[in-house]
């Protein structure tokens, strides 16, 4: 057995030993690909939200940006709604792959975690009011109001994805669990910043690069836009997605480095290594088409696409071997509990089958059944025991058949049900137990 390293306060659960639908092998590859469709959805949201605060606002000096915070805010709602829909694959997956560790993250940021549902609801209404109400909210107050109910709708479906993070962080690091006592010090893992910076930039990286292909192409309608022209709307957003992707080259470093070293490995550094490499590439790219002139610009953006995709992939791919590697000890102490509980489960049924038969029931146990109505010396529902063995003082048998078949006697008593069920071998044992017990001391 392979030892790992945990610290000495690690808890480590017991898995139910049951198996997965799927392959692991498929479940992972399911895991990553459907949690980087999600959040190319996710990273448009949020990016667009940004994008039609900051327009928006710039519209207040000249109109032409507010046509154009329009046209973003109509993708946001339909990449939120997508973002919310691709959430369920990924949320599938890693229930199924990494059940406790996942769990127990939710459960110790348990109301920031149940609080996602309500928020989403709110920023969801929020996306749409400020949407529906963009025609008739114009001028003056209302258009403040109207400003104001955006920078809120992008403040919740900013933290929002805090929410997530944190809650993916903290499974990543059982040795955190024992400290950690809600959301807000799960924040306090030392890499939740850099990775949150990270998600940001990429968010408006994507969002620019989208935009520079959703305005950029021959088929779109631009007779909103009419004071952009086509070439320059790629311009503005492949400007955003390259001066981003810049930042990206601090906020990864800091990323890599502030990640706890347990799941760092050289596979980690080849995958990470070459997506920025790609990134890189791809960024040269944009410069490129940014020097050309306005009929030739936007040739290169099918490249751009491919090439993202894969600096996209390698990050992706590179979450999964840091998780893999820093739950590999984890993982391998939980497969030993359930591997030992799963044994001692077995051999105690094994016992079971193996003894002759269910040991029979003393007269203590047998006289359970009439306990809720006889006690030794007060009158419950019947007589007391004492009131009994007078009756019956040397006659068990005449116990047995009163309850094979009891009588009414007291008029002030209810009618006692029969017992013939017991048999009358465990009847015997019960008259002579009541007999014994009601004797007079
Ligand atoms: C649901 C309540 C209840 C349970 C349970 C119950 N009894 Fe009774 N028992 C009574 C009542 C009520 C009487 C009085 C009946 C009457 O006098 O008409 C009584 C009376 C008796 C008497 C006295 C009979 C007599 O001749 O005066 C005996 C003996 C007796 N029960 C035995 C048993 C035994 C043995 C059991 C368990 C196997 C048992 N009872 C369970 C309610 C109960």
């Known amino acids: 057995m392979k030892t790992f390293f945990l610290l000495a306060n690690t808890p480590i659960p017991r898995d139910l030993p049951l198996p997965l639908p799927l392959p692991a ?7 990553v690909i459907f949690f980087l469709v999600h959040i190319l959805f996710v990273n448009l949201m949020v990016g667009g939200t940004i994008l039609v605060v900051i327009t928006e606002w710039l519209g207040r000096q000249n109109k032409r940006w507010d046509h154009l915070s329009l046209a973003i805010a109509k993708t946001v709602t339909v990449n939120k709604s997508l973002a919310v829909v691709m959430g369920i694959g990924p949320l599938l997956c890693i229930n199924l792959l990494y059940t406790l560790q996942w769990y127990s993250a939710n459960a110790l940021t348990g109301h920031a975690w149940l609080m996602i549902v309500p928020l989403v609801i709110v920023a969801f209404l929020l996306t749409y009011l ?9 001028t003056g107050r209302k258009k403040t109001l109207h400003q104001a109910i955006s920078v809120l709708a992008m403040l919740l479906l900013l933290f929002i994805p805090l929410i997530f993070l944190s809650n993916i962080n903290l499974m990543l690091f059982p040795s955190e669990w024992d400290k950690v006592r809600g959301f807000f010090s799960s924040l306090k893992i030392g890499n939740v910043l850099p990775r949150y910076l990270h998600f940001l930039a990429a968010s408006i990286a994507m969002t620019g690069l989208f935009l520079a292909g959703w305005f950029g192409r021959a088929s779109s309608d631009l007779s909103h836009l009419s004071d952009f022209t086509r070439p320059e709307l790629r311009r503005i957003f492949y400007k955003i997605t390259a001066y981003v992707t810049l930042l990206q080259f601090v906020f990864g470093p800091l990323l890599l480095f502030t990640l706890p070293a347990a799941g760092i490995t050289p596979k980690l550094y080849v995958i990470i290594f070459s997506g920025a490499a790609i990134g890189l590439i791809t960024l040269m790219l944009i410069f490129r088409e940014l ?4 009929s030739r610009i936007g040739q290169s953006y099918p490249w751009i696409c491919i090439l993202f995709t894969f600096v996209v992939l390698g990050m992706g791919s590179g979450r999964h071997v840091y998780r893999q590697a820093a739950l590999a000890g984890h993982q391998a102490q939980i497969q030993e509990r359930t591997q030992e509980f799963a044994s001692a489960l077995a051999d105690f049924n094994h016992q079971l089958a193996g003894q002759p038969a269910a040991a029979e029931p003393d007269a203590s146990q047998l006289f359970i059944n009439c306990a809720a109505c006889h006690a030794p010396n007060t009158k419950l529902v019947g007589p007391p025991l004492t009131e009994i ?29 029969p017992f013939a069920h017991l048999g009358e071998a465990n009847l015997r044992k019960i008259a002579e137990y009541m007999l014994e017990k009601g004797k007079a001391p």
Not at 25 to 31: E, G, P, Q, S
Not at 291 to 294: C, F, L, S, T, V
């Open 389 to 417: 063995a007078q009756i019956y003082h040397g006659n068990p048998d005449g116990i047995v058949a009163w309850a094979m078949a009891p009588g009414k006697k007291r008029p002030e008593l209810p009618q006692m049900p």
């Open 130 to 138: 400020h949407k529906y109400t963009w025609e008739t909210w114009t």
């Open 291 to 294: 020097r050309r002139d306005d």
């Open 25 to 31: 092998w498929v479940l992972t590859i399911c895991l």
